[in-house]
């Protein structure tokens, strides 16, 4: 056992990280790094049928987008390597071995099919459909005699049938269970492969951790886990189950209720900083009314003592809030970066960032506060990088129409002439035009942003031409690309 602060996130790579398991990670995270313990990753694979190393990627790369290190585990090493289940099967056989020589745990002869029966008939009594125990009163030497011949088998624990286990949970206080409820569970299959809650206790133990935080969907697995901690001689950690995350339905959140896992949310643009803001607050708060928190101040802040035993709910409009505050307080310089990355990822051919950096930063400078995700980002500036923008049916019938179009040919000649092509001179030529027309500046205004950005509602139109370019604007005043 090491010592100080231990915590592990342990997934199952059958699928994405969804948010439920990267809320966990993040408050292993959190914790470790408030106490200055240990964070480690271990990952649980042995589920063979349904276990993927395209998932163990995923859920890696999640992580990492999310901000979150560890330091032990996969790509990093450690003491207690390896950190996948699957290579650590002697391990787990030796242990389960250990329990049969001291009477804890016994081979079970019964095929699934014999199971399932007593399983029934124990429902038509009136009892729970538990496991009878049958084989465990099968005398040891006859049991090891029949396993030594080769005969189909699992290893089943020995549960108590009277009595209690108690558990004193960080979040949610003593929790009582009653042994009678209790069948004897399945510690290793007939594969010789380990179930999760006979892996997970051996694991946790070899690798020392002291806290196991968790959701709380595994508090019926608890009994079991104490009671092996028990039969093993280990030595019990403390645990904390974290409350359930629902969707705006009040049921638990899953795929029907849109993007659940962190890739998808990447894809969409949240960034990272705001979902890790957004996990935190699905069960803990501080002081009930802070809500925005760097990954820094999160580690100042975090306290399991905060976290709630009440369901959270799921609200895609305030992580998209708290992303968007976020991504306000970025440097201009990492915004022009976060910028180009992402109009590069939906496929615009864009010269290397050094050599559009300066005009990415007056984009950004332009901007201000208007944008607030990297899908903004895309859909307010990639039209400056493209030949005409996507235009706004709404707003091309509303300002495009009639005599725009001749206005709008009239004013390109005129700015043929702007030297030198600056927000200022372009304002003034408009005007000089608009008042020769004898009409309004603004009559040209409006079918000018259109012409050149696809929506009625931009920036200062001038400096966005003047970044644009005079080439570029006059070729959009001319085209009659809104046409089609």
């Not at 071995?97 to 804890?104: D, M, T, W, Y």
Request: charged residues 25%; hydrophobic residues 40%.
């Amino acid at each position: 056992m090491s010592d100080g602060i231990r915590v592990r996130f342990a997934p199952s790579p059958t699928g994405h990280l969804h948010v439920g398991g990267a809320r966990t990670a993040l408050y292993n995270w959190l914790y470790a790094r408030k106490t200055g313990g240990a964070f480690i990753l271990r990952i649980e694979d042995t589920d063979a049928a349904r276990s993927s190393e395209e998932s163990v990627r995923g859920i890696l790369e999640g992580l990492r987008w999310l901000g979150l290190d560890w330091d032990e585990g996969p790509d990093v090493g450690g003491p207690h390597a390896p950190y996948f289940q699957s290579e650590r099967r002697e391990l787990y056989q030796a242990e389960a071995a250990r329990l049969v020589a001291e009477g804890g745990a016994y081979p079970c002869f019964c095929a699934p099919e014999a199971v399932e029966a007593i399983r029934e008939a124990e429902r038509a009594a009136g009892r729970d459909p538990n496991y009878d125990g049958r084989c465990g009163r099968i005398p040891p030497g006859e049991a090891a005699r029949r396993v030594a011949a080769g005969e189909p088998h699992v290893i089943r624990f020995r549960s108590p049938d009277e009595g209690e286990t108690l558990l004193f949970d960080v979040i949610r206080g003593k929790m009582a269970f009653r042994n009678e409820l209790l069948e004897d569970f399945v510690l290793v299959k007939g594969d010789g492969l380990p179930t999760y809650n006979f892996a997970v206790v051996v694991d946790d133990d070899a690798m020392g951790i002291t806290h196991v935080i968790r959701g709380d969907d595994h508090i019926s697995n608890s009994p079991r886990h104490v009671l092996l901690y028990q039969a093993l001689g280990y030595k019990l950690p403390k645990f904390a189950h974290l409350p359930m995350i629902l969707g705006a339905d009040k049921t638990r959140l899953s795929k029907r209720h849109g993007a659940t896992s962190v890739q998808e949310f990447e894809k969409q643009g949240i960034l990272p900083a705001g979902m890790m803001n957004y996990l935190a607050l699905l069960g803990w708060s501080l002081d009930g009314k802070t809500e925005l928190f760097t990954p820094r101040k999160l580690v100042e802040a975090f306290s399991l003592k905060r976290v709630g035993s009440n369901p959270s709910v799921f609200d895609p409009d305030k992580l998209a809030w708290l992303s968007g505050e976020h991504f306000t307080r970025l440097s201009d310089d990492e915004k022009a970066a976060g910028i180009h990355a992402f109009l590069t990822g939906q496929g615009l051919a864009l010269p290397p960032l050094d050599a559009i950096r300066p005009r990415l930063a007056a984009l950004v400078g332009l901007m201000g506060k208007r944008i607030k995700s990297w899908p903004e980002a895309a859909e307010r500036l990639g039209h400056f990088f493209r030949e005409r923008p996507d235009y706004d049916p709404e707003a091309v019938a509303e300002h495009l129409g009639g005599e725009a179009a001749g206005r709008l040919a009239d004013l390109a000649g005129r700015l043929a002439g702007v030297a030198p092509w600056e927000a200022g001179a372009i304002e003034a030529a408009l005007r000089e035009r608009a008042e020769a027309m004898g009409i309004e500046a603004a009559a040209l205004i409006h079918p000018l942003r259109v012409a050149v950005t696809g929506r009625s509602v931009s920036p200062d139109i001038f400096s966005v031409c003047e970044l644009l370019g005079s080439d570029l604007t006059r070729a959009r005043l001319t085209g009659r690309g809104w046409e089609g």
